[in-house]
Nanobody, 117 residues
Framework: QVQLVESGGGLVQAGGSLRLSCAAS????????MGWYRQVPGKQRALVAD???????NYVDSVKGRFTISRDNAKNKVYLQMNSLKPEDTAVYYC???????????WGQGTQVTVSS
């Protein structure tokens, strides 16, 4: 079993920055990829960015050039640096880890990000 704990959400004005962190804990697991998803009321959870164990990032078009995902494999942590935030980035952000060869998905509890205009 893998547990994911997020931190770093909050309220920020448009144009500001926030950094999200996620730590994975458990034992005897291999994390294939880690990433961040976000969800707003009434909509499905959607990918924001993810990163492979080799460090290759992938971003949804709407955050390219503004968000940066990074990963510390030794600490089983993933980060999301969010710059130039916009009101439309407001959502609950969830950490995701795909574990093992089958890529079983685990989720954090979510952290609220609110961007005011």
């Amino acid at each position: 079993q893998v547990q994911l704990v997020e931190s770093g959400g909050g309220l920020v004005q448009a144009g500001g920055s926030l950094r999200l962190s996620c730590a994975a804990s458990g034992s005897g697991f291999y994390i294939k990829s880690m990433g961040w998803y976000r969800q707003v009321p009434g909509k499905q959870r959607a990918l924001v960015a993810d990163i492979t164990s080799d460090g290759w990032p992938n971003y949804v078009d709407s955050v390219k050039g503004r968000f940066t995902i990074s990963r510390d494999n030794a600490k089983n942590k993933v980060y999301l640096q969010m710059n130039s935030l916009k009101p439309e980035d407001t959502a609950v952000y969830y950490c995701n880890a795909k574990v093992g060869a089958a890529g079983v998905a685990y989720w954090g509890q979510g952290t609220q990000v609110t961007v005011s205009s």
